[in-house]
């Protein structure tokens, strides 16, 4: 049978509809919106007084299966996932082993499929064992499944095998998301470079190291007319490079994480690991200047870069922990609370940041927009809810979130894949 839902205030990324109207989806498919209807024997939702959106997408999850299931599983993001009103994530090739042959795509997309919550899609690495040595057969893991490649977790210093990289991605029409992060020039540091760090007496992760890089893939960009996604932009002069690049036509595009306009370095100074993350948190003029870039379209979407890691690891010395944090729980409600509430966006750019933008960057051409004859992936929020972040609350198996004890503003009540109910507050 299919799914009803009731008194829907639609939110797509033009527009807020003024009227509620009712949504019948059947066989994964929205096959009908109308102001009212009738028919027997569906399962009926009531969406009043909540808005009513295209399921949110988040391409750039790390979830740990295969190597690290005691940090988080294909069963336990999807379920954090659709906990934060996610339907489709892409999930990042850095596990053990790496997502670097047709094997391990194939054992990600099957096991996703199973726990059937939500879609996953695996990126495939740029290069074999993500050693920057030799590049990986894209043509054969497209066929496997992979819609985007990437080194993620560093970048691919190697210019040579970028460049072909970048070739490759462009007469297959894949997508290349880029780490952006020169090593040479973060030499070690754990938090961003400033006055902060040196408060803190750790060691400083310059902005240069990521600007440098942004500039050598707008250039190459460039020089190639091919397409590259620069991942997590944290810095004032990432926003700056980009926006220049879009100006002139460059094919590039951008993402930003909740947790660069959320928080400054200063969170670093409680030495709580949770805070360490990379690219680092950074200054209150680079996190001004992102939420700008979103308000103007530099940055093109929101993810989360959910990276979780076991209480194990992260309880350490600041500078022995691994890097990163759980963010697809957060991620609406902080968006919400930092962007929305302050008037800096409103909700259908939202939609846009969270799921229009994605889908198109992406090419998932049936999703992203609430849309007869699209996938019915829908998340139903209530954006007025209050509600305050607590360990125990983490549908995810790692709770290494600097957000725990903050209220935050929007709540998600449904989640809806394919149809399906697979979510509900
Ligand atoms: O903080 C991060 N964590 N940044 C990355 O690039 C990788 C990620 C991880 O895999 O833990
Ligand atoms: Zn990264
Ligand atoms: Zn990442």
């Known amino acids: 049978m299919g799914l009803l839902i009731k008194n829907a205030v639609i939110v797509n990324n033009d527009k807020i509809w003024d009227k509620p109207h009712d949504i019948l989806c059947e ?31 988040d391409i750039h999850v790390h979830f740990r299966q295969p190597g690290r299931e005691d940090k988080e599983t294909i069963e336990t993001g999807p379920k954090s996932a659709v906990k934060g009103g996610f339907t489709t994530v892409m999930c990042m090739p850095n596990t053990t082993p790496v997502i670097d042959n047709p094997m391990t795509v194939e054992y990600v997309i099957r096991e996703a499929k199973r726990v059937g919550l939500c879609n996953v899609l695996p990126i495939g690495a740029l290069t074999k064992a993500q050693k920057d040595e030799e590049l990986t057969d894209m043509a054969e893991l497209k066929s496997a499944g992979c819609i985007a490649f990437s080194d993620d977790g560093k970048s691919v210093l190697n210019s040579r095998l970028f460049r072909l990289a970048m070739e490759y991605a462009k007469m297959l029409d894949v997508l290349i998301l880029e780490h952006c992060q020169d090593p040479l020039l973060t030499s070690g540091g754990v938090m961003n470079e400033g006055a902060v760090s040196t408060r803190c007496g750790l060691k400083g992760d310059p902005a240069i190291a990521e ?17 590259v996604h620069i991942c997590h932009v944290s810095i004032k002069r990432g926003c700056e490079l980009i926006k220049m690049a879009k100006a002139q ?29 990379n ?6 003029e680079d996190v001004d200047a992102i939420k700008q870039a979103i308000k103007d379209g530099t940055i093109d979407c929101i993810v989360t870069d959910h990276a979780p890691h076991t209480k194990e690891d992260k309880e350490v010395g600041f500078d022995g922990a ?8 957060t991620s609406l409600g902080l968006t919400i609370k930092e962007l929305v509430k302050p008037g800096i966006i409103d909700l259908p750019t939202m939609v846009e940041k969270m799921s229009s933008a994605p889908a198109r960057i992406v090419g998932l051409k049936t999703k992203g927009s609430i849309k007869e004859g699209l996938d019915a992936d829908i998340t139903i929020i209530d954006e007025n809810k209050e509600w305050t972040v607590t360990k125990e609350g983490f549908a995810s198996k790692s709770k290494n979130s600097p957000f725990i004890g903050w209220k935050l503003v929007g709540e998600v009540a449904y989640t809806i894949y394919e149809g399906k109910i697979v979510y509900k507050a």
């Open 211 to 227: 600007s440098v890089t942004i500039a050598r893939d707008i250039e190459i960009a460039n020089y190639l007319n091919a397409r």
């Open 279 to 284: 690219p680092p948190l950074r200054s209150q």
């Open 249 to 277: 036509g460059i094919k590039v595009t951008a993402e930003a994480c909740p947790h660069h306009f959320s928080l400054t370095d200063e969170a670093c100074a409680t030495f709580d690991t949770s805070t360490k993350v």
């Open 322 to 329: 691994p890097f990163g944090l759980i963010g697809l729980e």
């Open 27 to 57: 066989d994964g498919k929205i096959v009908k919106i109308a102001s009212t209807i009738d028919v027997k024997g569906h399962e009926v939702v009531d969406a009043r007084a909540k808005k009513v959106l295209p399921g949110l997408i």
